[in-house]
């Protein structure tokens, strides 16, 4: 086919398949804008997501921000200290760890003692009488002690921190809530070779506890808490 017959049938062509030409010039078109459209719009879209999860972020810590300065102004008010507030949560702590830590009859009564001497608790106690009273035991005709703490092989621990509430506030005498959680293991639990963690029984304790200017602790009480006993697995 020359050149000169040629370029009349491609006329032919177009003009004949005109429509159908313009058609997929205009979806081409259609196709590309719709593509960079959606690429913008999801472009977009994922900007204002994090837009969004940033000011939430703000928002969240502009309330926490609020409630503890709230929480500050309602203990200033009542003219609760922060530095008391650490200072007699440490020393609650301590005590809790004394009460609650032995694994021995001696240990147990060493404990004891130690309330006495470090925290200035005494016989006529509470605590001392009800919650933790001396521990039982048979003596033999040379004044050896076999302790009920031993024969049953009883073992205590304080666990996880304990969280302590001031409840009222009186003239530098404090007065706390304590819900302390208690391990109590066996020597049953080397002797079978058992994995501690499960026979580990978890027992929540709430105590009362006063303490004054001084760091003199008094008025110590303490209950078993509701609910049954938990033990880990």
Excluded: C
Excluded at 175 to 187: H, P
Excluded at 207 to 232: E, I, Y
């Amino acid at each position: 086919m020359t050149e000169q017959t040629a370029a009349p049938v491609r006329r032919g062509f177009f003009r004949h398949n005109r429509s159908a030409l313009v058609t997929a010039a205009v979806l081409t078109v259609v196709a590309a804008a719709s593509g960079a459209t959606w690429s913008s719009q999801h472009t977009a879209l994922g900007k204002q997501e994090a837009q969004i999860k940033d000011i939430g972020e703000q928002v969240a810590g502009i309330r926490k921000k609020n409630a503890e300065q709230v929480n500050a102004d309602v203990m200033a008010a009542l003219g609760v200290s922060q530095s008391r507030l650490s200072a007699d949560g440490e020393r609650i702590k301590s005590l809790l760890s004394t009460a609650f830590t032995w694994d021995s009859g001696q240990s147990y009564e060493e404990a004891r003692e130690s309330l006495k001497s470090r925290f200035g608790l005494t016989e006529n106690e509470t605590f001392l009488k009800s919650f933790m009273p001396a521990s039982r035991f048979n003596e033999d005709s040379r004044g050896r002690r076999y302790y009920y703490i031993d024969t049953a092989g009883l073992n205590s621990a304080l666990g996880a921190d304990p969280d302590i509430e001031v409840v009222d506030v009186k003239a530098g005498i404090y007065s706390y809530a304590v819900l302390a959680d208690v391990e109590a293991t066996s020597d049953a639990v080397s002797q079978n070779k058992a994995s501690k963690a499960s026979v580990t029984a978890h027992r929540h304790v709430l105590l009362f506890v006063t303490v004054d200017a001084q760091g003199k602790v008094s008025r110590l009480s303490g209950v078993p808490a509701s609910g049954n006993t938990r033990h880990s697995k």
